[in-house]
């Protein structure tokens, strides 16, 4: 039997992503039963004082899956997520782009008119606090991804940071490990350095970052 798990994403993290296509593998393969719950980086980086902008990063994104929750059900979030974050993470796009967002819903067979429902309800946004910030509060959570097992209601961890995603063998076996560090309560963490992702929304931001650094060093000194 499927073992039932949440699984908080934002579609701005490469990271995310890539651990997202193995999870839905595993759905595919019977191993896990996804629930598809968002997360909010803006919120996350906000600082002390800062107010996180619902219609910048990914606020735009994260409040059109919640009024897909709403109107068609958790399936459908996992393929709008799937849409817009292969939109992201294998062309560059932005997951701001109201275009990009409404070709994100066509291509999970969804109405493109769920951006504009889901931007003109303030409680699209309100919830996608309320599931960050009980995610926050229930597990400690202060990233993506970070998965929560038995449903919803049981122990969580961060991760796996993965660079690619496994055959299926590797993948179930990479779950089973998961699983058991996860409900190994004296189980805290391991880490290493991470290898750089072979995905154009990545190279993006690195060309994008060179051209802001050599801007930056042809400016005058004051």
Not at 68 to 94: C, M
Not at 142 to 165: A, K, W, Y
Not at 207 to 216: M, S, T, V
Request: charged share 30%; with cysteine; proline share 5%.
């Amino acid at each position: 039997m499927a073992e039932k798990i949440r699984f908080y994403f934002d579609p701005l993290c490469p990271w995310c992503y890539q651990t997202s296509r193995w999870a839905r593998r595993l759905d595919e393969l019977g191993v896990v039963d996804v629930e598809w719950r968002v997360f909010s980086l803006a919120i996350v980086n906000r600082g002390d004082e800062g107010r996180a902008d619902p219609d910048m990063w990914s606020g735009p994104a994260l409040r059109t899956a919640i009024a897909v929750r709403q109107t068609h059900g958790n399936k459908a979030v996992g393929a709008f997520y799937k849409a817009v974050s292969d939109a992201v993470h294998q062309r560059g796009e932005r997951a701001d782009d109201h275009g990009v967002l409404e070709a994100s819903l066509r291509e999970a067979g969804l109405e493109p008119e769920l951006l504009r429902r889901a931007l003109a309800d303030p409680a699209t946004w309100e919830q996608v606090q309320r599931e960050h910030d009980d995610v926050v509060a229930e597990h400690q959570a202060f990233g993506v991804p970070t998965i929560v097992l038995d449903g919803g209601s049981g122990p969580s961890m961060f991760g796996p940071i993965i660079t690619h995603v496994p055959d299926d063998s590797d993948a179930v076996e990479l779950w089973q490990h998961f699983a058991w560090m996860a409900r190994n309560t004296n189980f805290a963490e391991i880490k290493r350095e991470r290898l750089p992702l072979d995905l154009e929304g990545v190279r993006k931001y690195e060309r994008q970052r060179a051209a802001r650094e050599r801007e930056k060093q042809a400016q005058p000194a004051a």
